[in-house]
């Protein structure tokens, strides 16, 4: 079985904090994702990578970095976080060819005070 | 850009059958998905069709494919309360360079028992 973890599935953190989310998947897939989630706007696409070392940005970008040193493992950095930034991220992951189906994390609820 | 939309609420009595709608904009579509997701938790595959296909049928799900009036549908027939949950339509657009999918906002479906 396809297996994507997150590193919490809550936090809470200050504004202004660096904040660190980490995902890891099992199945050597090239593609990673994060995505947020918010009522009513379905995922939005923060940041993608194909492959280690690249990234490209998504839909909603500012304010995010990322970082891909290894394949299995894909991070989502806050560099400061602000209130606007509380939501659910969900991580994903997948092959690079074929139908690339996706396969997600259990999601990390983040809540900036 | 692409776009997908859903409807944002759908309720049914358990056993009916229960269909959730999805309209994309983008013609070149080559996969199109429907993920769930239950409370708390992050997206599963249910199930996926290639843009070649009118139909695909999975045990109690159904998927049908209008390309031309770009429309997929979701059939869950004999709704049990455990169907409770929001489903994601997403397409994978025909740019092999992007390996991103575009999701719609979710359709919460609700079982009344």
């Known amino acids: 079985d396809v297996k994507v973890t997150q590193s919490s599935r809550y936090l809470v953190k200050r504004t202004g904090e660096k904040v660190f989310l980490e995902c890891v998947q099992d199945?050597?897939?090239?593609?990673m994702f994060w995505y947020r989630q918010d009522p009513g706007l379905g995922l939005r696409l923060i940041y993608f990578s194909y492959d280690v070392k690249m990234k490209e940005k998504g839909d909603i970008p500012e304010g995010y970095s990322v970082s891909r040193e290894k394949k299995e493992r894909f991070s989502l950095i806050l560099e400061s976080a602000s209130t606007n930034q509380t939501s659910m991220y969900l991580c994903?992951?997948?092959w690079g060819q074929g139908k690339s189906e996706q396969y997600f994390g259990p999601g990390t609820r983040l809540t900036v005070t | 850009g692409e776009d997908v939309e859903q409807s944002l609420f759908l309720s049914v009595r358990e056993g009916d059958s229960s269909v959730i709608n999805c309209t994309y904009t983008?013609?070149?579509?080559?996969?199109l998905y429907w993920y769930k997701q239950e409370p708390g938790a992050g997206l599963q595959l249910l199930t996926y069709?290639?843009?070649?296909?009118d139909m695909k049928q999975d045990q109690r799900l159904t998927v049908l494919l209008n390309k031309k009036d770009k429309h997929l549908s979701l059939r869950i027939a004999d709704t049990q309360t455990g169907d409770s949950a929001i489903y994601f339509c997403a397409e994978r657009g025909g740019d092999t360079g992007r390996r991103a999918l575009t999701f719609g906002s979710g359709t919460r479906l609700q079982v009344q028992p």
């Open positions: 069709i290639f843009s070649n296909m």
């Open positions: 983008d013609s070149s579509s080559t996969y």
């Open positions: 994903a992951s997948s």
């Open positions: 199945m050597d897939h090239e593609n």
